[in-house]
C-alpha cells in the first residue's frame, strides 16, 4: 500500500527549539507540500518542493524553512519554535504529470509548542 | 487570487439520511480541478470525489456526488445514505490546471456529524 509517512503523530517541544518535521513518501512522487491545518482556516501551504534540492514558499513561510535531499524525503524544520507554530502538520505528495489524482497525505503531526 | 469558501463550520445528519455540503469558489481560471477531501478522527486524508472544470457531468463516486455549477462557481457535495464512518472534517479544495508545479487551495472545512 503506497503512503506518505510522517514520523512523528505527537511532538512537544520548548519555545526556541529547532524543530525538525519529517516525511517520507514512497511512490516515487516528484511533489510535496507541507500544510499547517488550524481551525477555521483549513489548510495553509507553507513549503512545497517539486524536485530534488527545489522549494517554493507557500503562503506562510515565515519562520520556517525546508529541505529536500532525497526523492521521496521531504523535511520541515521551524528554526526557532514560538508557541504560535503551535498546529497540525500535514505532509502530502503528488504525482506531477497526474493533476487529476489530487494528493496522498500522511496522517499529520500535532506539534505543541510549550 | 483563488479562494475557497465553506459557509458551513458544522453540519449534522441523521443516519441513512441524505446530506449536502456547500462550498464556492472565486478564480478567474477557465480549466481547474475541485476537490472533496474527507478527515476522519484518525487524521488521515482522503480523496473523496474530483471534478474537472471542463466536464459538465457531475462526478459520483458511490453515494457521494457533486453539483458542480461552473458560472456560479458553486460545488457542493452530496452524501446519500449517510452512514457513521461518513462523520469527519470535510475540505473544499481547488487547484488550477496546466501547470505541474502549482498548489491545491482548501476552504476551512465542515465538520460533519452523523446521528444514529
Known amino acids: 500500500d503506497v503512503k506518505v509517512t510522517q514520523s512523528s503523530r505527537y511532538l512537544v517541544k520548548r519555545t526556541g527549539e529547532k524543530v525538525f518535521l519529517e516525511c517520507v513518501q514512497d511512490m516515487d512522487h516528484e511533489n510535496m507540500f507541507w500544510y499547517r491545518q488550524d481551525p477555521g482556516l483549513g489548510l495553509r501551504l507553507i513549503y512545497f518542493s517539486y524536485d530534488v534540492k527545489m522549494k517554493e514558499k507557500g503562503d506562510i513561510p515565515e519562520g520556517y524553512s525546508v529541505s529536500r535531499e532525497k526523492k521521496e524525503r521531504f523535511s520541515l524544520i521551524l528554526e526557532s519554535a514560538s508557541t504560535n507554530q503551535t498546529s497540525m502538520y500535514l505532509c502530502?505528495?503528488?504525482?506531477?504529470?497526474?493533476?487529476?489524482?489530487?494528493?496522498?497525505f500522511g496522517s499529520g503531526t500535532r506539534l505543541t509548542v510549550v | 487570487a483563488q479562494t475557497v469558501t465553506q459557509s458551513q463550520p458544522e453540519m449534522s445528519v441523521q443516519e441513512a439520511e441524505t446530506v449536502t455540503l456547500s462550498c464556492t469558489y472565486d478564480?478567474?481560471?477557465?480549466?481547474?480541478?475541485l476537490f472533496w477531501y474527507k478527515q476522519p478522527p484518525s487524521r488521515q486524508m482522503i480523496l473523496v470525489i474530483r471534478?474537472?472544470?471542463?466536464?459538465?457531468q457531475n462526478a459520483t463516486e458511490n453515494r457521494f456526488s457533486v453539483n458542480f455549477q461552473k458560472a456560479a462557481k458553486s460545488f457542493s457535495l452530496k452524501i446519500s445514505d449517510s452512514q457513521l464512518g461518513d462523520a469527519a472534517m470535510y475540505f473544499c479544495a481547488y487547484r488550477r490546471s496546466g501547470t505541474s508545479y502549482d498548489k491545491v487551495i482548501f476552504g476551512p472545512g465542515t465538520s460533519l456529524s452523523v446521528i444514529p
Open positions: 471534478q474537472e472544470a471542463y466536464k459538465q
Open positions: 502530502a505528495s503528488r504525482d506531477r504529470g497526474l493533476e487529476v489524482r489530487g494528493y496522498t
Open positions: 478564480t478567474s481560471e477557465s480549466d481547474y480541478y
